[in-house]
């Protein structure tokens, strides 16, 4: 069974930094990639952030550059360092685990950028 547990969400003003971290629960985390997703109110999911098992990682238009997605697979941890958050970064932030079978999810953590 696969849970999937981010923290690290918060209120910042513009310009700060935060860093989510997500936990997973289960064996083999280190063959799977992992990915981040934001939700904004009233917006789609959109896929933020993305870490293959070989450490190969891609970014959204919008957040390259500024946030970077790591992984320790020593601690089953996946994490998603944000620097010069904007206002619209404001969102709830998820991690995912795509397999063959079906996608994990979190429970979300919310990041509000806000003066």
């Known amino acids: 069974h696969v849970q999937l547990v981010e923290s690290g969400g918060g209120l910042v003003q513009p310009g700060g930094s935060l860093r989510l971290s997500c936990v997973a629960s289960?064996?083999?985390?280190?063959?799977?990639?992992m990915n981040w997703y934001r939700q904004a109110p009233g917006k789609q999911r959109e896929l933020v952030a993305t870490?293959?098992?070989?450490?190969?990682?891609n970014y959204a238009d919008s957040v390259r550059g500024r946030f970077t997605i790591s992984r320790d697979n020593g601690k089953d941890t996946v994490y998603l360092q944000m620097n010069s958050l904007k206002p619209e970064d404001t969102a709830v932030y998820y991690c995912?685990?795509?397999?063959?079978?079906?996608?994990?999810w979190g429970q979300g953590t919310q990041v509000t950028v806000s003066s």
């Open positions: 995912n685990r795509p397999t063959a079978t079906r996608d994990y």
């Open positions: 289960g064996s083999l985390f280190s063959i799977y990639a």
């Open positions: 870490i293959s098992s070989a450490r190969n990682t």
